[in-house]
């Protein structure tokens, strides 16, 4: 965002007699956006200007000054674009940015993904939007690999009965047949490993390097198993709003919701942050307390998506449910964190 984006909250934030942010202020403000986004999806002008503040610019990639109310064509846009608000970052009390992604399934690429940033205000006790930044991302489609996937089941990895119930593996035991980087890499980096059936990263090398399918999925039911070493921790990701190449194409991540898996009891931000714990949608919902088990042993973790709705099982019990927006498919992405974690067991069930 630019600048000059944030002179409205600096302003603000000098002038106003600052309130402390809680964690109730956290929630109110992605409440707040989910409510003003859904009255420009619906046209609904009234509500969009409930949540703007009387002075509110919007700006665009490349920081041209566009306007931000219920005319300024963004319904058309808007009405086919998912939205997931990341992080809400508090510069005080009574002042706030918020890092957001974005996708619409119709755009093609390049211009389906990007991130749309909010600066949030506080007027008379309610959180208002006083500006907004777009910028587009790389597409996860235009980083798509033209290789073969892992077949159905290979080697007999699945029983009769996960057959019959529409399961396919994703992972061989053996090799990475249907994982690639996210430039499309086929070869294995070297910060993985397969070894004794699973997959797994290798602790101390630079993080960032993520492994991702070969194909998208909309709605799935995802099963897999994961172990954690002391203070490590990881994810598995779904509904890639956007990937993150680094300079020179070596490695990348992705920007998508992201099922936490984490030594509950030694990784910091665990520690900090009950929405990063195990189980969790990272940053955005935590999960329900005592399911993860201690480091070095196996657990079982399901992620299910459905048009409207996702769930995130871990060891048989339903830790975290959270609405949709608007569906649309993206690969699933395994997170390199510089820290050793393994995975087995993954397999995919499309609905």
């Known amino acids: 965002m630019p600048v000059r984006a944030f002179a409205p909250l600096l302003f603000c934030g000098l002038t106003a007699l600052a309130q402390v942010p809680s964690v109730a202020d956290d929630a109110e403000i992605r409440r707040v956006v989910a409510s003003y986004l859904a009255a420009v999806r619906s046209g609904d002008d009234a509500a969009a200007m409930q949540h703007l503040a009387p002075r509110r610019t919007r700006y665009?990639?490349?920081?041209?000054?566009?306007?931000?109310?219920?005319?300024?064509?963004?319904?058309?846009?808007?009405?086919?674009?998912?939205?997931?608000?990341?992080?809400?970052?508090?510069l005080n009390g009574d002042a706030a940015s918020t890092i957001g992604l974005w996708r619409n399934a119709k755009a093609k690429p390049p211009f389906d993904a990007g991130s749309l940033d909010f600066g949030m205000v506080r007027i008379e006790g309610a959180w208002k939007i006083a500006n907004a930044h777009e910028s587009y991302l790389h597409s996860p489609e235009a980083t798509a690999p033209t290789v073969s996937e892992a077949s159905v089941n290979p080697d007999g990895i699945l029983t009769a009965e996960e057959q019959a119930a529409g399961w396919q593996a994703l992972f061989d035991g053996r090799t990475n047949a249907g994982w690639v980087t996210m430039t499309g890499g086929t070869e294995l980096p070297d910060c993985w490993r397969i070894v004794e059936g699973t997959l797994g990263t290798v602790s101390g090398r630079p993080p960032n390097t993520a492994l991702r399918t070969a194909r998208g999925y909309?709605?799935?039911?995802?099963?897999?198993?994961?172990?954690?070493?002391?203070?490590?921790?990881?994810?598995?990701?779904?509904?890639?709003?956007g990937t993150e190449i680094w300079a020179g194409g070596r490695g990348g991540d992705a920007g998508g919701f992201e099922y936490q898996v984490a030594d509950d009891?030694?990784?910091?931000?665990?520690?900090?942050?009950?929405?990063?714990?195990?189980?969790?949608?990272?940053?955005?919902?935590?999960?329900?307390?005592?399911?993860?088990?201690?480091?070095?042993?196996?657990?079982?973790?399901?992620?299910?998506?459905?048009?409207?709705?996702a769930e995130h099982w871990l060891n048989g019990v339903k830790v975290a449910e959270f609405a949709i927006d608007i569906p649309f498919a993206s690969p699933i992405v395994l997170q390199h964190h510089s820290s050793e974690v393994r995975f087995r067991r993954l397999k995919i069930r499309p609905r």
């Open 60 to 90: 665009s990639p490349a920081g041209t000054t566009l306007g931000l109310g219920p005319s300024a064509g963004m319904t058309a846009r808007f009405r086919d674009t998912s939205f997931f608000m990341r992080h809400v970052h508090f």
């Open 218 to 241: 909309t709605s799935f039911e995802l099963s897999f198993e994961w172990q954690a070493a002391a203070k490590a921790n990881s994810g598995v990701k779904y509904r890639l709003y």
């Open 265 to 309: 009891e030694g990784d910091p931000g665990a520690k900090r942050d009950p929405r990063q714990r195990s189980g969790s949608l990272y940053g955005v919902v935590a999960a329900a307390p005592g399911a993860a088990k201690p480091p070095g042993e196996w657990n079982e973790s399901r992620i299910v998506v459905t048009d409207e709705r």
